[in-house]
């Protein structure tokens, strides 16, 4: 049978234009529906311009540094306007690019929401129906509040780009990744920023000492960080007004239309009001209602598509990449799904990814870089030993400033493998993605050893920590 299109990409993030433009190279021809602007979650409310604003706020201290190198330099104050300006200027310019690079592909490109209506059957919202050989879902996940009363309060990630001006305290409810960076960026543009994380130490689920050092440099440069708290109720308060008691009836009207000023009751027993509250509470998958459900497309508990190692979905003819699947939440990982479906499904070369071993980076400050296993999951797995070190470094230290760094290898003790790298540091996601060959390559301790420092550099540690601090 004759399709209108070889494949239909539901999705243009990330995940959903890499794989378009490599399935276009093949010769394949080649649709793409988005609903909003092209580029996804990374490029217009995500990693760029949330990297972006990492870099703005890193001038603040910098400006006290300098100082203490002799540098007669003032911190001044920060135009958040003229930032935001730029910012979506830059957005804009990278959205174009998206949009050539999928036109010069000989990509089709629709500027609406697409549904299935059939293994082979797309239909547009213009109601315009399109058979695809093959359907990619790449449609990505979305920032989710917490159910409870008034959540409506609360601003998401996607609305930090769009704030008409910085407010002067915040309050972040979230201990994952998106809390942490926003705390330490808000932070850093002037932002009075408390944090309330649910569980014992933020950033859950990586190294444990990596996660006690940020979290203590966040507090030290001023983020006020409640562990074990969050929220018991909150309500409205009055824009720009001091605190005045709210009666009973007021604040549990549930009348909250859109985010504003909010006063929140803790579980620490405070009773605080905040300027804005971010829910960093976690992200869901864009799975539901675009008819995946009535074709026979699995869903797991969290609504993320099932798919096998090769991104197919129970359905033969779709495939599901990127967030939507709910197996690592990253843009590079979106990529690589994506070109292992055009090899697999138009190159006819079965291409698995492999997800093992993936370095990450936290953008906090300082960075945490990470790749491969922490050291209580390998203590888990096998016997280990465990090389690191904390220090204060040079550039800093030189300034009285208490910031300190850590580097940490998890090796096995039978391969001598180094089974994980975590990097607590300034720049530790362009330090990890070095590391990340050599862990992923697989190799030794002693390798590791062998190689020459250079110096002085902070990551010199990486090759000369000589004893194990323990072994388990
Ligand atoms: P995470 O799942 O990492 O964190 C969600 C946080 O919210 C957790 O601390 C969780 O607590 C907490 N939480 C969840 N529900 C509630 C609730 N009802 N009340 C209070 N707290 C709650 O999600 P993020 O949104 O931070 O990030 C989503 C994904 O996006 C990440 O997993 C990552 O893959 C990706 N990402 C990557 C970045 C990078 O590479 N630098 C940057 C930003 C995002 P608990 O731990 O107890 O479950």
Request: negative net charge; glycine residues 10%.
């Amino acid at each position: 049978m004759a399709y209108d299109v070889d494949l239909f990409v539901i999705g243009g993030g990330s995940g959903g234009v890499r794989a378009a433009r490599t399935a276009a190279e093949t010769g394949a021809r080649v649709a793409l529906a988005e609903e909003s602007r092209m580029g996804g979650t990374c490029v217009i409310r995500g990693c760029v311009p949330k990297k972006l604003m990492v870099f703005a706020s890193e001038f603040r201290g910098l400006a006290g540094l300098a100082k203490d190198y002799g540098w007669s330099a003032d911190r001044g104050t920060f135009d958040w306007g003229a930032f935001r300006g730029n910012l979506h200027a830059e957005l804009d310019r990278l959205e174009s690019v998206y949009r050539s690079l999928l036109k010069s592909s000989g990509v089709a490109t629709y500027d609406t929401r697409a549904r299935v209506t059939g293994a082979n059957e797309v239909t547009l919202n213009t109601g315009e129906v399109i058979s695809a050989g093959h359907i990619l879902v790449a449609t990505g996940g979305h920032p989710v509040r917490p159910d409870m009363p008034n959540a409506a309060l609360g601003m998401v990630s996607d609305d930090i780009f769009d704030l008409e001006e910085l407010p002067k305290s915040i309050l972040i409810v979230g201990g994952g990744y998106i809390a942490c960076e926003f705390a330490c960026i808000l932070n850093g543009l002037g932002v009075d920023v408390t944090q309330f994380y649910r569980g014992a130490q933020i950033l859950r689920g990586f190294d444990e000492e990596a996660r006690g050092l940020i979290a203590e440099m966040m507090k030290e440069q001023g983020i006020d960080l409640h562990l074990g708290t969050n929220i018991v109720d909150m309500w409205p308060a009055e824009e720009g007004a001091d605190d005045m008691p709210t009666p009973a009836e007021e604040r549990h009207a549930d009348t909250a239309e859109g985010p504003g000023p909010v006063i929140v009751k803790a579980t620490n027993g405070t009773e605080k009001r905040f300027d804005r509250l971010l829910f960093a509470t976690g992200r869901a998958p864009n799975s539901k209602g675009i008819g995946l459900e009535d074709l026979g497309v699995g869903l797991n508990r969290r609504g993320a598509i099932e798919v096998d190692e090769f991104s197919q979905t129970a359905v033969k003819s779709i495939y599901a990449i990127g967030d939507v699947t709910d197996r690592i939440q990253l843009t590079p990982v979106a990529i690589r799904e994506g070109m292992a479906f055009t090899e697999t499904v138009f190159r006819n070369n079965p291409t698995a990814v492999d997800h093992d071993c993936v370095p990450s980076a936290v953008f906090t400050q300082p960075e945490l870089g990470t790749v491969g296993l922490s050291e209580e999951a390998a203590r888990e797995r096998e016997e280990i030993e465990v090389y690191c070190t904390s220090f204060r470094p040079m550039r800093t230290a030189f300034a009285g400033s208490p910031h300190r760094v850590l580097f940490k290898l998890v090796v096995s003790k039978a391969t001598r493998k180094v089974l994980g790298c975590h990097i607590v540091a300034d720049a530790a996601g362009e330090l990890i993605q070095m590391v990340g060959i050599a862990v992923k390559a697989g190799l030794t301790k002693e390798d590791f050893d062998r190689t020459v420092a250079v110096h002085p550099t902070m990551s010199e540690e990486l090759v000369t920590m000589r004893a194990p601090v323990r072994t388990a």
